[in-house]
């Protein structure tokens, strides 16, 4: 808390109560656009992610018999 309250100070310091205002705006302003951006990047990914295919089931492999060459 007295963190806060310290860069408050310093803050009327450097710009004066009457510019103040205007930079808790400016500052609002950029965490929102920052907010969207952000947003706008998670929507943007690709919904599904192309993945290898998996090994067939061992009910799906080959007989022994049908696996052998063509003599």
């Known amino acids: 808390m007295s963190g806060v309250i310290l860069i408050v ?3 009327l310091l450097l710009f ?3 510019k ?3 930079l ?3 500052v609002g302003r950029t965490f929102r656009e920052f907010k ?3 947003r706008d990047i998670v929507e943007d ?3 599904v992610k ?3 295919p998996l090994p067939p089931r061992p009910e ?3 007989q022994a018999a049908e696996r052998r060459l063509p003599e």
């Open 9 to 11: 100070i310093a803050a």
């Open 16 to 18: 004066g109560p009457n």
């Open 36 to 38: 969207e951006a952000t």
């Open 60 to 62: 799906q492999q080959p």
């Open 24 to 26: 808790g705006r400016a």
């Open 20 to 22: 103040l205002p205007d």
């Open 50 to 52: 192309k993945t290898e």
């Open 45 to 47: 990914e690709p919904p």
